[in-house]
């Protein structure tokens, strides 16, 4: 077996409720025919849910949405799999990696899948002509939905796109225990410096945030927060963690971890304020939260590791990992979120390409809301795989749920 499909087979069996889909998708075969276009992180786990669409009927054609996190061993099996098309390659040039969004176009897809709007974006302004036969799409990531969300304000988003990553399966689960464990993972592995002891400074305590410091503190890292939200300022500060700007924070971060999905969270203006040795790492979806240029310029001299470029300033260094993308993935050993955590959200990705596929036509262009029972349905899916059972709402209980005329 090659190293790509014992990778594949390895995250299989710990991907119960996609196993079930595809068995059932085997059977109804409810993509007959279709062309679906994909820019996901092209891993294990990424590979399981395209051969999941390719046993449903569908034709798969696939690159990465991260020049750096794509596994070339796992590419090459996907290009083994009847009806599936991969493009990706680790260490894309911005050219190769644009190259392959066009040459996953070239498919004329009719449902897309993305993870940060990529795929969409080079549709919908140097492809316009095949916007025609899009039925709709599904996107995976926070900064993805942002950006559809102001395409569709803009009025340019010519198709409907559910917002998968808007889900409570996916929020609660992907991007606070994924990102929180994997990130914390590949940053370890990456550098092999203790957590135990350090202060750690966390930019955003949003989804990804709070559960990177939960995870952090459970290491027995001393959590600092920094935000621009006032109410999840706060909730740092009750949930135990220190809140403070990021000029505040720099000189006295041992490791700092972007996750905002924002532009310039570390810049010129902090790096010369920070220790020798401090580490960055960006776990948000472009690498633009850390000013990597400004380094790159800067610097008296640069030295680079495998995932780590270390940047000399007199007499100190400031390491930054996977060139500022992000590091769960980006890095060489990064191999993204917990296997379990994907089977969740590529489960949520399997049901909403169905759907978009049953019913893409009748919806308007525009952002949407991944059905209720489609969230619901992937978390009974996974409560069964547990052998755990919860309790049902009674009649009675429905109606006093409904009322409004019942007091104490
Ligand atoms: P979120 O919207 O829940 O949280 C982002 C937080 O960052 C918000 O609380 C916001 O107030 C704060 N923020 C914005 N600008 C800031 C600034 N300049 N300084 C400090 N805080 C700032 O978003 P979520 O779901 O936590 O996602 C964050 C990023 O992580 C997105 O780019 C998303 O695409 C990405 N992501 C990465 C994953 C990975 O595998 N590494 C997995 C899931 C999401």
């Known amino acids: 077996m090659s190293t790509g499909r014992l990778k594949i087979e390895w995250a299989r069996q710990y991907m119960p409720?996609?196993?079930?889909?595809?068995?059932?998708?085997?059977?109804?075969r409810p993509l007959e025919s279709l062309t679906v276009g994909m820019a996901l992180h092209v891993e294990a786990k990424t590979a399981v849910l395209v051969e999941t669409l390719a046993a449903a009927g569908a034709e798969v054609h696939i690159t990465g949405c991260n020049p750096l996190s794509t596994q070339d061993d796992?590419?090459?099996?996907?290009?083994?799999?009847?009806?599936?098309?991969?493009?990706?390659?680790?260490?894309?040039?911005?050219?190769?990696?644009?190259?392959?969004?066009?040459?996953?176009?070239?498919?004329?897809?009719?449902?897309?899948?993305?993870?940060?709007?990529?795929l969409i974006h080079v549709l919908h302004t140097k492809r316009r002509e095949l916007l025609k036969g899009v039925v709709g799409g599904c996107e995976e990531t926070t900064t993805g939905v942002h950006r559809l969300r102001a395409m569709a304000a803009a009025g340019a988003l010519a198709f409907p796109v559910l917002a998968v990553n808007d889900t409570p399966m996916k929020r609660y689960f992907d991007n606070v225990h994924g990102t929180g464990e994997s990130a914390l993972a590949a940053i370890m592995i990456t550098t092999n410096v203790l957590m135990a002891g350090k202060n750690l400074v966390i930019a955003g305590y949003g989804f990804c945030g709070r559960g990177l410091a939960r995870k952090a503190a459970g290491l027995g890292a001393r959590v600092i927060v920094t935000e621009v939200d006032p109410r999840s300022a706060l909730q740092a500060h009750m949930d135990g963690f220190a809140v403070m700007t990021m000029d505040e924070a720099a000189p006295i971060g041992h490791i700092f971890i972007t996750t905002t999905g924002n532009i310039g969270v570390i810049t010129g203006r902090h790096f010369p304020l920070m220790r020798d040795g401090a580490i960055l790492a960006n776990a948000g979806h472009?690498?633009?939260?850390?000013?990597?240029?400004?380094l790159e310029e800067n610097a008296a001299a640069v030295v680079r590791r495998d995932g780590i470029d270390s940047y000399r300033f007199g007499s100190r260094s400031l390491h930054l990992l996977a060139e500022g993308r992000l590091v769960n993935l980006a890095t060489p050993k990064g191999m993204g979120h917990p296997i379990e955590v994907m089977d969740l959200s590529f489960a949520l990705q399997a049901l909403s390409t169905r759907y978009i596929a049953e019913r893409g036509k009748g919806l308007a262009p525009g952002v949407h809301e991944v059905p209720f029972e489609i969230d619901e349905e992937v978390a009974l899916r996974k409560l069964a795989t547990l052998g755990l059972s919860i309790d049902r709402l009674t009649g009675e209980q429905v109606e006093y749920q409904k009322s409004w005329g019942q007091g104490t």
């Not at 991969?86 to 050219?95: H, N, Q």
């Not at 472009?286 to 400004?294: H, S, T």
Request: with cysteine; glycine share 8%.
């Open 17 to 28: 409720v996609l196993s079930s889909i595809r068995r059932e998708f085997e059977e109804g």
């Open 286 to 294: 472009f690498n633009v939260e850390i000013d990597g240029k400004w």
């Open 74 to 118: 796992v590419a090459a099996e996907l290009n083994e799999v009847p009806g599936v098309h991969c493009y990706a390659k680790r260490g894309a040039t911005v050219e190769e990696y644009y190259r392959a969004i066009d040459q996953v176009l070239d498919a004329r897809p009719s449902i897309t899948v993305d993870d940060g709007m990529d």
